[in-house]
């Protein structure tokens, strides 16, 4: 999937699982800092791809980007994988702990859970691509949602474009028109 597809599908999986569960109260800081996670954790898995938006945004990303492919052993292997998200996980933890005294009002805690959120969620929409997941790394065979390949879609290309992102868009819009209420109430009781 491209990034934008997985920044979208990164906010909406956190979406739910904020609003799906007991509605729980939050600093502003808490929520910004969040989004940002998850936003990071989104496309962070493509770490291991030269092209990805994460490294193309950055001056010499390019460079750097092909030093990550070749340590992180290619794409789509050790970041798109259950280990790789338990070894990021670790990693994102450690580096909140560091960071948590410039974040005063901040939970790192649930910041960490939206960083790991967007992470899953980017496995997650892979699994749909032709290329299929190694999740079970180092058991190297690649899943996929279908199972048969050939019904699943190619990154980038007509599928992913005219119907996963604009679908993932629709049921954004539908789940702010109808739950309205519930996004009001967050808004006044439960962000502090
Ligand atoms: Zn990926």
Request: aromatic share 12%.
């Amino acid at each position: 999937m491209t990034g934008r597809t997985h920044d979208l599908a990164a906010i909406t999986a956190l979406g739910a699982v904020v609003f799906f569960g007991p509605m729980q109260t939050f600093t502003l800081s808490t929520t910004l800092v969040s989004v940002l996670a998850n936003q990071i954790g989104g496309i962070l898995p493509d770490i291991d791809q030269p092209t990805a938006p994460f490294w193309r945004n950055l001056p010499v990303g390019k460079f750097f980007g092909r030093i990550f492919d070749k340590l992180l052993g290619g794409h789509r292997f050790i970041t798109h994988s259950i280990l790789g998200l338990f070894l990021f996980g670790l990693l994102a933890k450690a580096l909140l702990v560091t960071l948590s005294p410039i974040m005063p009002h901040t939970d790192i805690g649930f910041v960490w859970w939206a960083f790991m959120i967007g992470m899953v969620s980017h496995l997650v929409m892979d699994s749909f691509t032709k290329e299929g997941v190694p999740w079970l790394l180092p058991i190297p065979i690649k899943f996929g949602l279908p199972p048969l390949k050939r019904m699943r879609i190619t990154t980038g290309k007509f599928a992913e474009a005219a119907v996963i992102f604009p679908g993932i868009i629709a049921l954004d819009v539908w789940f702010c028109a109808s739950h309205y209420h519930v996004l009001l109430e967050f808004v006044h009781r439960h962000l502090v």
